[in-house]
């Protein structure tokens, strides 16, 4: 068979794992070497195509690959981009193909959430238009675990992890003192719309009075009543409270506890504070001393404390994306299949870009109590495997060791483009 170059990219917030994934596609191709040439990547994700910034990947030394594994954020640089819909902005997909066609680029595999997801799907639509052979394979990730169809999304597991870990030892430090200090902790972790990562934090404790006390879920209208009853009832039950709260916090008609008023490139409301906002109810209202933290990017970069899951299955899904690129399926994404709970087995499927594109999975009610501030042990059977194992990556002086790509760039080879 003819041999034909691939591209890849990252797009949106990057996780502690999308490397691994990066890794993955970037070796499959490699064994694959009889019919995919070199692989590029675009420099800061989809702009790199745009402008064709692209980077030469088959300049990295196979050593070099290998450490994106355990290396966190993206290597290759990422974006917040949306395409938007290809009747008014048909221009930039037609210059996709035109740079692809520039480059013998007939391999699309595009790393990253819902709206990457999209992307994907209208640029394998529009090649297959314009009469372009290009396959386009979506790779997920997301630390918000809403992609639909898949059991879970590469990159939640590991914030999970670091979430729940993170609660349980802060948990210890305000038991310690709280009989003359603070009161309250409160921990406000990532997820607009769903709840998953908040979730996450209440595997820290599983009985009477362990904490997380109280977790407050997207998908649960706040009671700022409730809420206080609840704070009130810990402290004196326990002598301390510790809450976990997602960013995407909710009043009953849908308004975010912590909206910024401005939107982001996607359409997105822009969050952020959530936790300084419930603390200051909870000394308005209580009067309780109080300290709260905001995880926000090192939940999302913690490498060190991966889960061995999610790496794996990050790793997974960007092997058995260019296995399905390979295999002439079009506009897919490859899958998490869970197969069982106990013990814990899962395997690789697919699904159609159209069946993934822009829809999100929320939890649950069957996941979150009936009270509305914890988690069931349903949720619990769930998110517990995706925690499981430790995989450490190698360390130098005390500190981790990070892959460090040359980032070669490839002579362009078409007019400069304008955003």
Not at 243 to 269: C, K, M, Q, W
Not at 280 to 296: R, S
Not at 376 to 394: A, F, K, N, S, V
């Amino acid at each position: 068979m003819a041999q034909h170059n691939a591209f890849y990219a990252q797009s949106g917030g990057v996780t502690a794992v999308i490397n691994a994934s990066a890794c993955g596609v970037i070796e499959a191709c490699r064994r694959h070497d009889d019919r995919i040439g070199k692989v590029y990547a675009g420099r800061n994700g989809i702009i790199g195509a745009l402008t064709e910034d692209l980077i030469d990947v088959s300049q990295e030394s196979d050593e070099t690959i290998a450490a994106l594994r355990h290396t966190p954020g993206g290597a290759f640089g990422s974006c917040r981009y949306k395409l938007k819909d290809i009747e008014t902005h048909r221009v930039q997909y037609e210059r996709l193909i035109d740079v692809f066609r520039a480059h013998d680029i007939r391999y699309f595999f595009y790393n990253g959430g819902g709206d990457s997801a999209d992307t994907c799907l209208k640029v394998s639509q529009l090649s297959e238009h314009m009469g372009y052979p290009l396959t386009a394979i979506h790779v997920p990730k997301t630390i918000d675990n809403d992609l639909p169809i898949t059991d879970n999304s590469p990159g939640f597991g590991s914030v999970a992890k670091y979430i729940a870990t993170s609660t349980l030892e802060t948990s210890q430090d305000i038991a310690s003192m709280c009989a003359t200090s603070t009161k309250v902790f409160v921990l406000e972790v990532m997820g607009r719309h769903a709840g998953w990562i908040a979730a996450a934090g209440a595997l820290a404790g599983n009985g009477e009075g362990e904490p997380p006390h109280m977790v407050i879920f997207p998908e649960i209208a706040f009671s700022r009543e409730a809420v206080m009853n609840r704070v009130q009832e810990a402290v004196k039950r326990y002598g301390y409270c510790v809450i976990v709260v997602s960013e995407g916090a909710r009043y009953p008609d849908g308004t975010f506890l912590a909206d910024s008023g401005n939107t982001d490139v996607f359409g997105h409301r822009q969050l952020g504070g959530v936790a300084p906002t419930l603390a200051g109810m909870i000394k308005q209202d209580l009067g309780y001393k109080y300290h709260w933290a905001v995880a926000d990017y090192l939940q999302r970069a913690a490498r060190h404390l991966a889960s061995r899951t999610d790496v794996e299955q990050s790793y997974a899904v960007g092997t058995h994306a260019v296995e399905l690129a390979l295999a002439g399926k079009n506009a897919m994404m490859p899958t998490i299949e869970r197969v069982s709970d106990t013990p814990y087995e899962w395997r690789i499927g697919a699904a159609p870009l159209a069946e993934v594109a822009n829809r999100e999975k929320f939890m649950p009610r069957d996941f979150i109590r009936e009270d509305g501030f914890g988690i069931t042990e349903t949720c619990r059977r769930y998110l517990e495997p995706l925690i499981q194992g430790e995989d450490y990556p190698p360390y130098d002086n005390g500190l981790p060791r990070i892959a460090t790509p040359k980032l070669a760039r490839v002579a362009r080879k078409l007019p400069d483009f304008e955003l």
